[in-house]
């Protein structure tokens, strides 16, 4: 508890600090309204004590749809210290205390499952951020999962998104799959046990799942990013970003157990071909 009051003593004031300026940002529609929220999280990251590994790079040819897992509501914070994205999160999360907030500040889009009119809205705020070329992440099975496992993509938004950009060639929209995959908890490799402290899914309480995390320390996670996927049917896109995510997700998780099982690093060699790093 100790930890957690520390950490919320620091981000606090980060938040207070950087909420005028991001304000701003939005109203006067600066280009660094999309910069500020990536430092924001990777100063939050570097405080609750996240480590991230990355391994491959975002494509960066031009405006990308991110097919991504999702495990916790620490994604947010992790895949948005890596870069400048915006998420599509389902409508009941403007309504959160704090969270909500946030995500709005960040430019989340909102679905309303429950009305196809909004639905409809919604995929083409998404269509006409992706045309101005933004990032999107959309968490493709729709809800988050206990992390041990990645759940069927789901292909109904992903279409939507295609269908509103329609046949335009001169807009391309790439679509790379993304997996994120948590590989240490407060030192050690996580098992079933310590992944239910991760993974916030199902009935977990947020406020509770909150504290304890940050109160945990260091928390290891692997950002892995796909191939560009250049297919064009919505089921074929789906097919193939689940099945990236899947061999990423589980190369991670062996990777992680590997690497928690060698040799302390001052007793080994560094390897010859090191994936790539990026810090939060």
């Given at each position: 508890?100790?930890?957690?009051?520390?950490?919320?003593?620091?981000?606090?004031?980060?938040?207070l600090?950087?909420l005028?300026v991001?304000?701003?940002?939005?109203?006067?529609?600066?280009?660094?309204?999309r910069?500020?929220p990536?430092?924001?999280?990777?100063?939050a990251?570097r405080l609750?004590?996240?480590?991230?590994?990355?391994?491959?790079?975002?494509?960066?040819?031009?405006?990308?749809?991110?097919?991504?897992?999702h495990v916790?509501w620490?994604?947010?914070?992790?895949?948005?210290?890596?870069?400048?994205?915006?998420?599509?999160?389902?409508?009941?999360?403007?309504?959160?205390?704090?969270?909500?907030?946030l995500?709005k500040?960040?430019?989340?889009?909102f679905?309303?499952?429950?009305?196809?009119?909004?639905?409809?809205?919604?995929t083409a705020?998404?269509?006409?951020r992706?045309?101005?070329?933004?990032?999107?992440?959309?968490?493709?099975?729709?809800?988050?999962?206990d992390g041990?496992?990645v759940?069927?993509?789901?292909?109904?938004?992903?279409?939507?998104?295609?269908h509103t950009?329609?046949?335009?060639?001169?807009?391309?929209v790439g679509?790379?799959?993304?997996?994120?995959?948590?590989?240490?908890?407060?030192?050690?490799?996580i098992?079933?046990?310590?992944r239910?402290?991760?993974?916030?899914y199902g009935?977990?309480?947020l406020?509770p799942?909150?504290?304890?995390?940050?109160?945990?320390?260091?928390?290891?996670?692997?950002?892995?990013?796909?191939?560009?996927?250049?297919a064009?049917?919505r089921?074929?896109?789906?097919r193939?970003?689940?099945?990236?995510?899947r061999?990423?997700?589980e190369?991670?998780?062996?990777?992680?157990?590997?690497?928690?099982?060698?040799?302390?690093?001052?007793?080994?060699?560094?390897?010859?071909?090191?994936?790539?790093?990026?810090?939060?």
């Amino acid at each position: 508890m100790i930890r957690f009051v520390l950490v919320i003593a620091c981000i606090v004031p980060l938040t207070l600090a950087l909420l005028p300026v991001h304000l701003l940002a939005l109203r006067y529609g600066w280009r660094i309204q999309r910069s500020i929220p990536q430092m924001y999280h990777r100063i939050a990251c570097r405080l609750i004590g996240v480590r991230i590994r990355q391994v491959g790079r975002r494509d960066n040819t031009g405006a990308v749809l991110i097919l991504s897992n999702h495990v916790s509501w620490l994604d947010i914070c992790v895949i948005s210290a890596m870069a400048p994205v915006s998420f599509v999160a389902k409508s009941e999360v403007a309504t959160w205390p704090v969270f909500g907030w946030l995500a709005k500040l960040q430019r989340t889009v909102f679905i309303d499952r429950q009305a196809r009119q909004r639905t409809g809205e919604a995929t083409a705020e998404i269509g006409a951020r992706l045309a101005s070329g933004e990032a999107i992440v959309l968490f493709a099975e729709g809800t988050s999962s206990d992390g041990s496992r990645v759940l069927p993509f789901r292909s109904a938004l992903v279409g939507a998104v295609h269908h509103t950009l329609g046949d335009d060639t001169s807009m391309p929209v790439g679509v790379q799959p993304m997996a994120v995959t948590y590989t240490g908890f407060g030192g050690l490799p996580i098992g079933r046990e310590l992944r239910e402290r991760v993974a916030w899914y199902g009935d977990a309480e947020l406020i509770p799942h909150f504290i304890g995390l940050l109160s945990a320390g260091a928390i290891d996670v692997t950002v892995s990013w796909g191939e560009p996927i250049r297919a064009s049917d919505r089921k074929a896109i789906t097919r193939q970003a689940e099945a990236s995510v899947r061999r990423m997700s589980e190369a991670a998780r062996r990777a992680g157990v590997q690497g928690a099982m060698a040799p302390r690093p001052e007793t080994t060699a560094a390897p010859q071909s090191e994936p790539q790093f990026e810090p939060a």
